[in-house]
């Protein structure tokens, strides 16, 4: 079992930045693809930013490169998610993932039915 806390969500206005964090405990030695997902309100929930944390391979949408970087602490267990120039299209539940190792490089972190574990999730809401 892993078990994901996110944590860094908040209110923000347009051009403002965040930083979210995930501490992972369990065995997280599985779970190689971590990965941010969001859900803005009737909306499907997708892949935004997703890393390898065996080589530290990183993988981006479209719609968040250049903006958002996704980082790992291995001595604390904890992904990160730093945003910036936040757009109120940003404005969604942000989630923490953990996959298989597989899911990275295959390009099958976009999506929601490739993850094995989940957080509770944090929001985010930018105001234009």
């Known amino acids: 079992q892993v078990q994901l806390v996110e944590s860094g969500g908040g209110s923000v206005q347009a051009g403002g930045s965040l930083r979210l964090s995930c501490a992972a405990t369990?065995?997280?030695?599985?779970?190689?693809?971590m990965a941010w997902f969001r859900q803005a309100p009737g909306k499907e929930r997708y892949g935004v930013a997703a890393?390898?944390?065996?080589?530290?391979?990183?993988y981006y949408a479209d719609s968040v490169k250049g903006r958002f970087t996704i980082s790992q602490d291995n001595a604390k267990n904890t992904l990160y998610l730093q945003m910036i120039s936040l757009k109120p299209e940003d404005t969604a539940m942000y989630y923490c993932?953990?996959?298989?190792?597989?899911?990275?490089?295959?390009?099958?972190?976009?999506?929601?039915?490739?993850?094995?574990?989940w957080g509770q999730g944090t929001q985010v809401t930018v105001s234009s």
């Open positions: 993932a953990a996959s298989e190792p597989w899911v990275c490089s295959s390009g099958y972190w976009l999506s929601q039915t490739s993850v094995t574990y």
């Open positions: 369990g065995y997280t030695n599985s779970m190689i693809c």
């Open positions: 890393i390898d944390t065996r080589g530290g391979s990183t």
